[in-house]
């Protein structure tokens, strides 16, 4: 049982933005401000989505545009802030760009895109 002598008292405030270790041997890593590292084919796929969202804002606005602009916006987000795209979300695009068949066929970036997703 240790004595009231070998106590030893820590108080931590506040530790938004900082990196620490406690403990013998601790070891702390920090990477604040990065993003996670992504690979070629998510590199063309980023590129891709960006390009796409490019075109759709020179084009009439319809819901369905809107539509596909909003998922692509959420891919191009959860890319940028994780790394890579959850399936689900390259599901929802490949559904929305299946169904604006008439624009992947005018516009090459979102043919781009479809052909990157497989759809």
């Not at 959860?78 to 604006?100: F, K, V, Y």
């Amino acid at each position: 049982m240790a004595s009231d002598e070998s106590r030893l008292d820590v108080t931590i405030g506040d530790v938004s933005g900082s990196t620490f270790a406690i403990g013998d041997h601790a070891h702390a890593e920090s990477h604040h401000g990065t993003t996670a590292p992504r690979d070629e084919d998510i590199e063309r796929l980023l590129d891709a989505i960006r390009e796409l969202r490019a075109d759709l804002g020179r084009t009439r606005a319809t819901p369905q545009t809107a539509d596909l602009d909003a998922a692509l916006a959420d891919a191009e987000d959860e890319i940028t802030r994780t790394g890579n795209p959850g399936r689900s979300r390259l599901q929802r695009l490949r559904e929305l760009l299946t169904d604006a068949e008439s624009l992947t066929a005018v516009l090459a970036s979102a043919a781009t895109l479809a052909g990157l997703l497989g759809t």
